[in-house]
DNA sequence: CCGGGGGTCGTCCCCCCTCAC
DNA sequence: GTGAGGGGGGACGACCCCCGG
């Protein structure tokens, strides 16, 4: 065996699974309800690709928001919104102009949406759409490699990989580039900023770490890189993250709702034990119980309503 | 009338009830839940009295943690962390530093839970221990008013009032330094920096506003500053929000094992619609139900678990 | 590939001041 | 009081270079 595909080494970050019992280490430290949220947030966002910088971006953002919700709320008034959130009021003037000309004209906030992430998740697209590879046709673009090596890579590339050619290292990085431009381009913003050998660097880590991209090493040679994978994600986990962060947004808005004590709003909150040979049992019931209720009580021409429902071991 | 009871003039900016209509203004532009869920955040920690610099430092003290934990999972290998997420090598080792000396020693990193609120829920303890007040004697700490002055605002000052002096402006302003002082020493973290003016304002107006701080005015005299209340947080809403953010965030980690494949964890999701006169039914209903399920399967040697469920209007 | 060193920018938080309405 | 203008300092994110193991 002369060549290996090379997998990565380390620990998968999006291995949340070793995360979880770090995090407690974090949970030990005196905090808040917010910053465990906050930090769990950040962990979610970072595992999943998102910048260090970025996410930074988008909790100032966030903030910015909640400066610009209170400048409403006390009048337009610059002095008082700085005084009350202890910013200066000039900053305060910055920041409502910057909020205000991103709700009328289209100007974006530094969001997470407008982030990394989808230009991760758009690689795979793009590769195939500039470099498609049809089956029984060689994989590769340039000649840098003889027949014989050509085989030998061949081989490392099973079959089920993506249709898509295999480039290298200079392909690649010009791959990446073209990313980010149309990535930019996409996003009418105004600033198509220069992108940055450490940025170039961080996105192919992120990529060949998630699998996304495959390196293929033939000792001695130069590197070459395949399309792993025709999504960014790596499997059903990403859905499963995606689906527990729509879960939080949405029950952090009906707990709000809770909190003004609007009407046809339900918090609840139940603590208990339970033997473990009857766990399983109990959260099947409950489960089907929650299925037939809002089955009993479905009626094509009503009020739209949502439940959400979490149970599990309590921490002590 | 001569004399006004200065009652926040402004709508509180603790109403959230105003900020929810606000908030979907926030919804609209392209927003992923993350950035949702940030919003709120921000929303629920500075409406409650936090800095618009404290949260920052909160949300870039959990980025420092995640990217602490990357670290860990990576072997302790600067170069590899700092490219994952797109950090300069040499500021991922001071990060690391930060953390790991908060969890080695006891210094503390800058959370919320280190800051301001707890300022201002210290205040009237503090106030009633420096400036306490007997029934029967003068409310006056100094003689700078006449007699006929003095009877004049005490007939402002209700009789339910916490038993505390009041205060001139210079008394209160000391008392604002001595609570920062006070504070400060309490977390051995090690930096007193200086109280600013600005700082001052600050805390002067949300005391003010929130009610804890009275401002009793006569015209054509000096302020005088009278203890409101004896806690910080505006009556029972506050207890509301905490339990909201708790919620949340325990919500967020009963999902996050969800996303691991824990062994009995449920996570649950219905959408359906219901007709307006029977919404409170069906709502009780799954209330009483949840009570006698966890009753039902209630053991005093048992796991320990936890129920949470939100149900009310979805958004479409 | 890793750690460690040296820089440079720009942004932004936080502080203070003055002056006119 | 509020808007509008002038400062300044320090922290930090992001960029680049170099070198020795």
Redesign the pocket.
Known sequence: MTGTLSSPKHSSIDNLDDLHSETKLFQVPNSCSIDQILFQLALSAMASGH????F??AA?TAAKCAIYATYLMQG?????TG?LH??????V?EIVQEVQSALTEGKWLKTLSTEEPQHLIYLPHLWLKIHPWQAGKSRFLSDEFSIRQRSRIEKLVSDDLPKACLLNSDQFLALIQQLHLEVQESSPADSYAAI????VEHIKLRLLESGTVIQLSLPEEPPVYALGRTTYSPKDKRERVSAMLDDVADFFTLMQAWVNCEPGVLRGLETFNVAPEQREEALQELDKFMQSWADKYHQREGLPMILHVAAGQRRV
């Open positions: 910048r260090y910088g970025a930074l971006d100032t337009r008034n610059f002095r008082r005084l202890h910013v200066d009021p000039k900053r003037k940055s050998d450490a940025l």
